[in-house]
């Protein structure tokens, strides 16, 4: 969608032009239900933490400044009401060896085993691991959807990332790139 | 490495990292790990969100904007006739909530003529402005205290005077309001003995106190103007805070203080000499202009960061300086008896640059330690001198 398609479609959601709105959601809603499935790894909390988050943008658009990408703006929201959604008591529990030992079942799919890895994350390094390849976004459009510095991400996500294969081998899943 | 991972190296930059990556195994091994993980990662696949995901959204969304418009329509566009009895009752209600508002104070004991202290110095801490605790003696009326105030014969004799008198007691609600000209005289008093809070203002004799205390908030605000000297204090014994402006024969004081904080900032004129002063000691600046005899002092100083800046003129001798022990930096201009000094040096940096003029004599000195080279120029009785 093109700058002046989007401010556009902002305008019309700001007269209250439910087509339009209809429209906005069709453009995200993949991409905000995705970050939401990989930050809660739950198909219901995915759906939960979409709908909050487009009800959220709905109420707040009036306080959007043209400038920042939408996406973005959107995006920010969507991964605080995921982190929030994952907090409130859907926590799981933090790495334990028991599950670990169990979940070493070479059964395991590679896309299934780097999900569960995600979830021993912190929910702030798994966001940061979804925004950046799953997602593909750019470290200037992370850094202010996460609110830090280009620099701070960065270095974060190389964390993560070495967090990530650490988990990956305690969960038993071989190298198999 | 990030630009190798994100695969943004130019074909240079390319051949400098492999070369690199040979030379350093650790490096390569790191290298390797965050590139498998990235390939990892971005071969996992995106999900499709469920069907009726977006109607459900939209449905949310309509519930909300319901919802909004029923508020917004219920705040601003009920119709009401301003007339009408339910506005009225409106009105009133907002009225009492004022007036209720207001009887929220009680008497006050008036501030002490002379307790208000500014400082006196630069950095002086001021003194604590300290006004004696109203008792519960001194504020308690009972029946038969209001029945003697009622029938005492000065009253009776105002009101017959046709002078007036206004005033509102509810002893239930503990609530005093008065309004009082005797002879000429004003008292204005606002009391509730509940909330602990007393207005008060007063004139006698063309001296007129205004003062405003809280005693479980424990703030005090006053202004007394006796025989032409004013005074004007607010004190807060909790939050420690002074501020004090009191003008004696002429002579004004203007103090705040902060115990916790330990600021205190100060403007004293005794007999013509002003002294401004401030000070914050947990931050350890202190700043003050001091001005005895014509003689003006102007100083700054950071003990933290001691660094110090000040100016100096005394009896016509001007002294500026600039320094800076961390950073040891020294800047001074001073001029004694028409003799001036002007200097430069950086400790650290090892620069020193000296002009110096003493009876007529000069002296210009550039000097670096470190690169070990030194300028000078010299005139002493005629002579000069070039390094």
Not at chain 1, 70 to 79: K, N, Q, V
Not at chain 1, 171 to 176: H, I, S
Not at chain 2, 219 to 240: N, R, V, Y
Not at chain 2, 331 to 357: F, M, N, R, V, Y
Request: charged fraction near 25%; include cysteine; charge should be neutral.
């Amino acid at each position: 969608m093109s700058e002046r398609q989007e401010d556009e479609l902002i305008r019309r959601c700001r007269n209250g032009d439910d087509q339009a709105f209809a429209e906005l959601i069709h453009c995200y809603q993949k991409p905000v239900y995705n970050l939401a499935l990989r930050i809660t790894h739950s198909g219901v909390l995915a759906e939960e933490v979409t709908q909050a988050t487009f009800v959220k943008v709905f109420e707040k658009l009036t306080l959007y400044t043209t400038g920042l990408s939408l996406f973005s703006w959107i995006y920010r929201i969507a991964m605080n009401e995921a982190i929030n959604e994952y907090r409130r008591g859907k926590r799981r529990s933090s790495l334990d060896e028991t599950r670990m030992e169990s979940a070493a079942e070479p059964s395991f799919e590679l896309a299934e085993a780097i999900q569960e890895a995600l979830m021993y994350l912190k929910p702030d390094d798994r966001a940061l691991i979804i925004l950046r390849h799953f997602q593909n976004l750019g470290y200037q459009e992370i850094a202010f959807i996460m609110d830090r510095s280009e620099s701070r991400i960065k270095s974060q996500l190389f964390r993560a990332r070495s967090a990530l294969k650490l988990i990956l081998v305690k969960l038993g899943v071989k190298n198999e790139t | 490495m990030q630009k190798a991972l994100d695969g943004t190296l130019t074909e240079e930059e390319q051949r400098a990292w492999h070369a690199w990556l040979q030379q350093h195994p650790g490096d390569q091994a790191l290298y390797d790990e965050q590139a498998e993980m990235t390939r990892l990662l971005e071969r996992m696949p995106e999900a499709e969100p469920p069907a009726h995901l977006s109607v459900q959204i939209m449905r949310s969304v309509r519930k909300k904007k319901a919802e909004k418009h029923t508020l917004t329509q219920l705040i601003f566009h009920r119709q009401e006739d301003p007339m009408s009895p339910k506005y009225k009752w409106l009105l009133i209600g907002a009225a009492a909530v004022v007036v209720v508002g207001v009887l929220i104070s009680r008497f006050y004991p008036w501030p002490p003529e002379s307790a208000t202290q500014g400082t006196i110095g630069a950095v002086q801490k001021a003194d604590k402005y300290e006004s004696g605790q109203m008792s519960s003696q001194d504020v308690t009326l009972t029946d038969s205290e209001l029945q003697q105030l009622l029938q005492n014969e000065t009253v009776q004799k105002i009101i017959a005077d046709k002078q007036l008198i206004a005033a509102v007691q509810t002893m239930d609600g503990k609530a005093i309001a008065a309004l009082q000209t005797l002879d000429g005289k004003s008292i204005a008093a606002l009391q509730t003995l509940d909330g602990k809070s007393i207005a008060a203002l007063q004139t006698l004799d063309g001296k007129s106190i205004a003062a405003l205390q809280t005693l479980d908030g424990k703030s005090i605000a006053a202004l007394q103007t006796l025989d032409g000297k004013s005074i004007a204090a607010l004190q807060t014994l909790d939050g420690k805070a002074i501020a004090a402006l009191q003008t004696l024969d002429g002579k004004s004081i203007a103090a705040l203080q902060t115990t916790d904080g330990r600021s205190i900032a100060a403007l004293q004129s005794l007999d013509g000499k002003a002294i401004a002063a401030m000070q914050t000691m947990d931050g350890k600046a202190i700043a003050a202009l001091q001005t005895l005899d014509g003689k003006s002092i102007a100083a700054l100083q950071t003990m933290d960061g001691r660094s110090i800046a000040a100016l100096q003129t005394l009896d016509g001798k001007s002294i500026a300086a600039l320094q800076s022990i961390d950073g040891k930096a020294i800047a001074a201009l001073q001029t004694l008896d028409g003799k001036s000094i002007a200097a430069l040096q950086t400790l650290d940096g090892k620069a020193i640059a000296a002009l110096q003029t003493l009876d007529g004599r000069s002296i210009a000195a550039l000097q670096t330690l470190d690169a070990q080279t030194i300028a000078s120029m010299q005139t002493a009785e005629g002579r000069s001198t070039a390094e």
